[in-house]
C-alpha cells in the first residue's frame, strides 16, 4: 500500500505521507467529516510502533507527519488508521467501497531543515490549497496542538476537543527542525 519508502525507514526520521481520496467524494473540510476525521486521529495515534505527529485535511486529501519505527510499523499504523478512517466516513455518506486511491506516498524527512519544511507545508497547507488569508491558523490542522509557533496563535473554537495527535519523540521532530527557527503564523509553503 505504500509508495516512497524503499529498504529500512531509518531510525529516528520522520515521515511525510499523503493520502488522496477517490474523486467524486464530499469535502473533508466540514463540520461532521472533520469531527470524525479528528476521532479516528484521536485513536489510531499511537498503535503498533506508530505515531500519527501532525496532520493537514484538505478537501480531498490528507498531510501527514508521522514516526515510526520501521517500515512495517508505518505500513500497519497507516492500514489502521485509513481503514478506521474510511468506515467511518462511509458510514457518515451512507456508502460503502473504497475510499482512498490504491497507494499513499511516504516520504522520509532526513534532516533538521527538511523537517521544518515539511511542518510549514503540512501547517500551512490550506494556503496553498484554498489561498486562505495568510497569517490565520487553519481550523482543519493539528496546528491547535502544536508548540513550535514563533508567535502566540489565538486558538479559540476548539477549547475541550481532546488533543487528536501524539507528542513527538523523535529527535528530528522534537528539537532538530529548531535549529532552523520556530515556524511563524505567515510562513507559506515553499517560500522563506
Not at 500500500?1 to 505521507?17: E, I, S
Not at 520501521?70 to 489502521?80: K, V, W
Not at 515539511?118 to 491547535?144: E, I, P, T
Not at 481532546?162 to 507559506?188: F, N
Request: charged share 25%; proline share 4%; with cysteine.
Amino acid at each position: 500500500m505504500a509508495h516512497g519508502v524503499r529498504g529500512k525507514l531509518p531510525k529516528g526520521c520522520p515521515v511525510h505521507v499523503t493520502v488522496r481520496l477517490v474523486d467524486g467524494l464530499p469535502s473533508l473540510r466540514q463540520g461532521e467529516e472533520y469531527r470524525l476525521l479528528r476521532e479516528c486521529f484521536r485513536a489510531g495515534r499511537d498503535r503498533f510502533g506508530f505515531r500519527l505527529v501532525e496532520y493537514s485535511v484538505q478537501v480531498n486529501h490528507l498531510h501527514l507527519i508521522v514516526e515510526a519505527v520501521d517500515r512495517r510499523a508505518l505500513a500497519r499504523g497507516m492500514q489502521g488508521l485509513l481503514i478506521r478512517i474510511a468506515r467511518g466516513l462511509n458510514r457518515l455518506w451512507g456508502r460503502g467501497g473504497g475510499l482512498f486511491v490504491d497507494r499513499y506516498h511516504a516520504h522520509v524527512l532526513r534532516t533538521p531543515r527538511e523537517v521544518r519544511n515539511a511542518l510549514v507545508y503540512v501547517l500551512h497547507n490550506a494556503w496553498k490549497h484554498m489561498r486562505r488569508a495568510v497569517g490565520r491558523l487553519d481550523q482543519f490542522c493539528s496546528g491547535w496542538w502544536f508548540d513550535g509557533w514563533r508567535e502566540k496563535p489565538n486558538l479559540t473554537g476548539l477549547e475541550g476537543v481532546p488533543r487528536p495527535v501524539s507528542r513527538a519523540r523523535t529527535w528530528l521532530l522534537t528539537r532538530g527542525w529548531r535549529r532552523h527557527l520556530l515556524i511563524g503564523m505567515c510562513e507559506v509553503p515553499g517560500r522563506r
